[in-house]
Nanobody, 124 residues
Framework: QVQLLESGGGLVQAGGSLRLSCAAS????????MGWFRQAPGKERDIVAA????????YYTDSVKGRFTISRDNDENTLYLQMNNLKSEDTAVYYC?????????????????WGQGTQVTVSS
């Protein structure tokens, strides 16, 4: 069992930045591929970015490429999402998730563990 706790969300103006963090409860964090997802009201939960267990491979959905950066610190059991040049359409609840599957995954169903989410609101 892995417990995940997100932090760093909040209200920011368009063009601003936020850094999300996801703290994991287990030292085996370094063996899990990780992902950031987001869900806006009335919409499905969608992938934002994903990273392999060893930081060798990353994935970004097209709408955030060049603006968001996913990273991880396996020594600190923490996942990050640096979000720059935020837009109103980035407004959503952001979730981190962990998967024991090898590789990198974009489907929510591939992830075994989820955090409770953190709200990001971008005002225009």
């Amino acid at each position: 069992q892995v417990q995940l706790l997100e932090s760093g969300g909040g209200l920011v103006q368009a063009g601003g930045s936020l850094r999300l963090s996801c703290a994991a409860s287990r030292r085996t964090f370094g063996t899990y591929a990780m992902g950031w997802f987001r869900q806006a009201p009335g919409k499905e939960r969608d992938i934002v970015a994903a990273i392999s267990w060893n930081d060798a491979t990353t994935y970004y959905t097209d709408s955030v490429k060049g603006r968001f950066t996913i990273s991880r610190d396996n020594d600190e059991n923490t996942l990050y999402l640096q979000m720059n040049n935020l837009k109103s359409e980035d407004t959503a609840v952001y979730y981190c998730a962990a998967t024991g599957f090898t590789g990198i995954w974009t489907e929510p169903g591939r992830y075994n563990y989820w955090g409770q989410g953190t709200q990001v609101t971008v005002s225009s």
